[in-house]
Structure formats: structure tokens, C-alpha cells
């Protein structure tokens, strides 16, 4: 790099800047030819000047995602020289930066997750959500580079985020050892920590690569301490590796033969796996107009029914034909709506599913009370277990073994769609 140019970035003159590319239009671009190099945003980003940084990043948009050859880029160079103003001007610029990669895979949420900028790190959440989901090369989260470097604080800002967005899936994700959150604050003596994991729902008996779980390590590791850690992990429901069951393997669990149900639970969540947005979109839209056109039904019965229920008023019976036309109508009838109710449960995305049951759970117990009002209460009977599984979309997974269910999150979650499509197991 010209030592004038560098100069120019070091104390952030922009006039140095365009008097360079006046003298020399292509100043800029041959650093753009080294693979990993020291760009003047790079020095600019390391000194805070921001106005000069975002004046290189609109002239030269490619300097935003190169490396440097310590493996760094601007905003790295930004957050490890403390300028945290700097940092906050360039994901104005690009809010994408929060997820730029550098050395060993780690992002600047990892980096303020592992120094405990607390405000930062809920500022890096908030600019670019989908960045508690990156991982470092050896697999960890931002919770883990939390825990692994006693940030408390921060990790009570990552786990108030997962609760926040609906995303505490991640808690029980595992590094490229199988040790998830609470196998790395119990091998570290967190007391503190370890609570506030149990508090959040983290799973106590997940077993590592090595087998072990989070009490296991507590004695691999030698840090009993007054038992206090121990207790916690127990009252949670915390056990050894010995005391728990065998668990089945992908191989042998692949081996077995599946019951007709857990073939049915798999091919609907496969069915879900494999849609597209607008397939998705388009099925509600569909399911929508069928719970519509059933529940107007319910409510204003055809002419024929409400001219058959006056004669019958007039006698002590309803009429052998009457009796069986209402029956079958009204069974269908419930059928195509609960079933419709059912589709819009089973498509929506988990994180919708309280809007769901916050919207049409009244209208779904109006319908019921609709029917109370027209048909026989006893006949209702069979309508308890669809409309459970209306308001509780995952209630199918719970008649199958837990085993085939962790399975099914394995491989849907690991495999392309196009390799687990079709119509057949």
C-alpha cells in the first residue's frame, strides 16, 4: 500500500484521500488483487475515524468483506480497538457485517460475546438477528464463546434474546466435542451460570462425544465444591451417564421397522420440510376458505334443515331421513373445518403458532358452542381429539417415541430438501 494512502487512513483525511486518487485513479484497486490484505478501511476502522471508513466503503464496497493477513476484517479491526461508535456506523452501512467470518470462524457477535460488551452485543442481536445462529469453526455459538470465557452478563443477554425471538432451540446446540452450554459451565465450576441454564430449560442430560453429561464432568473435571454445583444439577433431573438409558444410534434406529403412526408423523413433517414458501402460502390461503365457508355453515344451516326443524317442532320425533342427512352433513361439516384448522396449525412456522392460538382459539370454541346449540352434546365427543390437535400442533409427535422424534429433528434439520422428497418412506 502507498505510505501516503496509509497515512491518509491512519488520521482520517479525506481530502489526502481524493488528492491520491487525482494523482492515481487506481490507487484503490490494486489492493483489490491481494487476497488478504491491510485496506485503508481496515486502518481507518482500527482508528475510528468513521467518516473517512464509510467514504472507502462507498468508493470500494469490496474492501467491507476482505481479510486481512491475520484474518480480521474492518469491523474485527473496529471491536478489538474498542471503537465501539466505528462498529455501530458500519452496520449502519451494512447490517450484514455482523455475520463476516474471520479467524477461526468468529463473528463480532463471538467476539463481544467472549470480551462481555454486553451493550454491544445486544446491539449486534438486534441489527442482525440471524447471527446467534453462526458458528465458529469448531462449532460453537456465541453462548458457548460466553461460557467458555465466564461472561455471565453476556450470556443472560444471549439466553434473554433466544427467549425474546423464540429461538431456544440453540440453547441445546453442541460444539464439535458434543458439549452444549451446561457441559462447559459445569466443567468450569459456574454455579451461577449452571442455575440460570436450568432456569432457561437447557437440557441436563445430554451426553458429550465422550459420553458424558454436564454431572459427569463436574467429576472428570475434579470440581466438586461443597456439592453446591451437584445439587443444582440434581434438583434439575441432572443424572451420570450410567443411569441413563441406552440411547439408539442413527444406524439401528435407520435398521428398524417403523410403526404405521410414526410413518405417518414422519411423512407430515417431511411434507412440511420439503414446501416451499409459496406451496405453503397457497395451502393456507386454500384452508382458510375452507374453515370460512364451514363455519358460515354452522352458522346459517340450509334452508331445507331450518324448514324440517319447524315440522319437527310440531312432533315429538325428527323423521328417519331428517335424523340421517343432518348426521352425515354436519359430520363432514366438522370434519373439513377441524381438518382445515388443523392444516393452518400444522404450516404455520412454530413462531406463529401463539398468534394462531391467540386469534382462533375463540373462534374455534364458538363453533363448538355453535354445535352444542344445533346438534347433541354427546356427539361431540369425537371432536375432543382434533381440536386438541389444533391448539396443539405438536400434541402428534408426543404418541411416538421420543427417540424416532429426535431423529426426525436430526436428519430434517441436516439433510437438503431435495434429498428426503417423495411420497414414500
Known amino acids: 500500500m502507498d505510505q501516503r494512502l496509509k497515512f491518509a487512513a491512519q488520521v482520517g483525511d479525506i481530502e489526502r484521500l481524493y488528492a491520491l486518487i487525482q494523482e492515481d485513479a487506481h490507487v484503490l484497486d490494486s489492493l483489490d488483487q491481494v487476497p488478504f490484505a491491510d485496506t485503508p478501511l481496515h486502518i481507518a476502522s482500527a482508528a475510528g475515524h468513521s467518516h473517512f471508513a464509510l467514504e472507502i466503503m462507498r468508493l470500494k464496497p469490496s474492501f467491507v468483506g476482505k481479510l486481512n493477513q491475520a484474518g480480521l476484517s474492518c469491523i474485527h479491526l473496529a471491536l478489538q480497538s474498542g471503537q465501539t461508535q466505528m462498529v455501530l456506523r458500519l452496520l449502519d452501512f451494512d447490517r450484514g457485517l455482523v455475520r463476516i467470518q474471520g479467524r477461526e470462524g468468529f463473528t463480532p457477535l463471538h467476539f463481544a460475546a467472549k470480551e462481555g460488551i454486553v451493550d454491544l452485543l445486544a446491539q449486534l442481536l438486534v441489527a442482525c438477528p440471524d447471527s446467534v445462529e453462526d458458528l465458529t469453526i469448531r462449532k460453537e455459538t456465541a453462548l458457548h464463546v460466553a461460557a467458555k470465557n465466564n461472561r455471565l452478563e453476556a450470556l443472560e443477554v444471549l439466553l434473554g434474546w433466544l427467549d425474546y425471538v423464540g429461538n431456544k432451540i440453540i440453547l441445546d446446540w453442541t460444539d464439535d466435542e458434543g458439549n452444549n452450554v451446561l457441559h462447559i459451565a459445569a466443567s468450569r465450576n459456574q454455579t451461577e451460570m449452571v442455575q440460570l441454564l436450568v432456569r432457561r430449560g437447557i437440557n441436563v442430560n445430554t451426553k458429550n462425544l465422550a459420553g458424558l453429561t454436564a454431572l459427569d464432568m463436574l467429576q472428570y473435571e475434579g470440581v466438586f465444591e461443597d456439592e453446591v454445583l451437584e445439587n443444582v444439577l440434581r434438583r434439575a433431573g441432572a443424572m451420570n451417564r450410567s443411569s441413563l438409558p ?148 405438536k400434541l402428534m409427535l408426543s404418541f411416538i417415541p421420543n427417540e424416532t422424534v429426535a431423529f426426525m429433528e436430526y436428519i430434517f434439520k441436516r439433510c437438503p430438501t431435495s434429498h428426503i422428497s417423495g411420497s414414500r418412506l
Open 246 to 393: 441406552r440411547v439408539t444410534d442413527l444406524a439401528n434406529h435407520l435398521k428398524k421397522n417403523f410403526s404405521w403412526y410414526e410413518r405417518s408423523a414422519i411423512a407430515h413433517c417431511r411434507s412440511r420440510h420439503n414446501m416451499s414458501n409459496e406451496s405453503r402460502n397457497a395451502v393456507l390461503v386454500v384452508a382458510v376458505l375452507i374453515a370460512t365457508a364451514t363455519y358460515q355453515t354452522m352458522l346459517s344451516p340450509p334452508i331445507n334443515y331450518l324448514a324440517e326443524t319447524n315440522s319437527v317442532a310440531n312432533t315429538s320425533t325428527p323423521t328417519l331421513g331428517f335424523t340421517i342427512l343432518w348426521d352425515n352433513f354436519y359430520t363432514y361439516n366438522h370434519a373439513a373445518f377441524f381438518a382445515a384448522m388443523a392444516e393452518i396449525s400444522f404450516h404455520l412456522k412454530s413462531q406463529h403458532i401463539s398468534v394462531l392460538q391467540t386469534l382462533c382459539v375463540p373462534l374455534i370454541f364458538c363453533y363448538v358452542l355453535l354445535t352444542v346449540a344445533i346438534t347433541r352434546v354427546d356427539q361431540l365427543v369425537g371432536f375432543i381429539f382434533p381440536l386438541l390437535l389444533v391448539l396443539f400442533p
